[in-house]
């Protein structure tokens, strides 16, 4: 089941509400105020209702124990709010916070994910660039130091429950090269003393030509294999070089 996150969208005068400045305003208000509040977000999930579960005697000693509050001061406020109506008994068991089902706030995780997601593009538009690192002290250019940002693609993102695909992060100089741990550790053993070059000359040219790759490992690799093809001497060339000891 997608995992769901609320809140409480309170309006800007809420502590203007003649009924919430008279809760204050009686001994100990502003505790009172601080219980009514915990109890709205108490009552999130199931639209503003509470329930009596019998696990104390009565319905303000098992609030109280459920907000770590003071039995007495819960019983004043649901007093107060019995009286004004912002709450209601529906049966024995069931309690229901008026205000609340309107100013409840939801949304899944997933698209929580997409909308942050899409935000930080806009702001990426806005100042001009695609990636930038979380550090204002140390270059991206320096490999130990990884750049926070991870690849997220909006219908991956989207599917909520999907598994299995390995997270990237960004490395290079310009910080757009995007490997797998995997991906990464299989460049230091193949490449033990050229991955860095190949993965800051990959870093450079996406930056310059606005070239894309579908995989940057699998270019590296590629690169890597053409070099050392142009390194091999060819065949049916004889090898006319000598050393300073050999010459006449």
């Given at each position: 089941?997608?995992?769901?996150?609320?809140?409480?969208?309170?309006?800007?005068?809420?502590?203007?509400?003649?009924?919430?400045?008279?809760?204050?305003?009686?001994?100990?208000?502003?505790?009172?105020?601080?219980?009514?509040?915990?109890?709205?977000?108490?009552?999130?999930?199931?639209?503003?209702?509470?329930?009596?579960?019998?696990?104390?005697?009565?319905?303000?000693?098992?609030?109280?124990?459920?907000?770590?509050?003071?039995?007495?001061?819960?019983k004043?406020?649901?007093?107060?709010?019995?009286?004004?109506?912002?709450?209601?008994?529906?049966?024995?068991?069931?309690?229901?916070?008026?205000?609340?089902?309107?100013?409840?706030?939801?949304?899944?995780?997933?698209?929580?994910?997409?909308?942050?997601?899409?935000?930080?593009?806009?702001?990426?538009?806005?100042?001009?660039?695609?990636?930038?690192?979380?550090?204002?002290?140390?270059?991206?250019?320096?490999?130990?130091?990884?750049?926070?940002?991870?690849?997220e693609?909006?219908k991956?993102?989207?599917?909520?429950?999907?598994?299995?695909?390995?997270?990237?992060?960004?490395?290079?100089?310009?910080?757009?090269?995007?490997?797998?741990?995997?991906?990464?550790?299989?460049?230091?053993?193949?490449?033990?003393?050229k991955?860095?070059?190949?993965?800051d000359?990959?870093?450079?040219?996406?930056?310059?030509?606005?070239?894309?790759?579908?995989?940057?490992?699998?270019?590296?690799?590629?690169?890597?294999?053409?070099?050392?093809?142009?390194?091999?001497?060819?065949?049916?060339?004889?090898?006319?070089?000598?050393?300073?000891?050999?010459?006449?």
């Amino acid at each position: 089941m997608a995992k769901r996150y609320y809140w409480l969208k309170l309006k800007a005068d809420w502590f203007s509400d003649k009924r919430i400045k008279k809760l204050r305003s009686i001994a100990g208000g502003d505790t009172h105020t601080i219980i009514y509040l915990k109890m709205m977000l108490l009552s999130l999930k199931d639209e503003g209702k509470l329930y009596f579960e019998g696990v104390e005697d009565n319905f303000a000693s098992e609030i109280a124990l459920a907000l770590d509050e003071d039995a007495e001061n819960v019983k004043l406020t649901l007093a107060f709010l019995r009286r004004h109506g912002l709450i209601e008994i529906c049966d024995d068991d069931e309690y229901q916070l008026t205000e609340v089902p309107s100013i409840i706030g939801t949304e899944t995780a997933s698209a929580m994910r997409v909308r942050a997601h899409r935000e930080r593009k806009k702001q990426y538009v806005t100042e001009g660039r695609l990636l930038q690192c979380n550090t204002a002290e140390m270059d991206c250019n320096n490999l130990k130091q990884i750049c926070s940002v991870e690849i997220e693609i909006d219908k991956e993102l989207e599917k909520e429950g999907e598994k299995g695909t390995p997270t990237h992060t960004a490395y290079g100089k310009f910080c757009n090269v995007f490997l797998s741990d995997a991906e990464l550790e299989g460049l230091k053993s193949e490449l033990p003393d050229k991955w860095e070059y190949y993965i800051d000359h990959l870093s450079a040219y996406i930056a310059s030509s606005g070239r894309k790759y579908h995989n940057h490992a699998a270019t590296i690799y590629k690169w890597a294999q053409e070099d050392i093809g142009k390194a091999a001497p060819k065949k049916g060339i004889p090898d006319y070089s000598y050393s300073e000891e050999d010459s006449l």
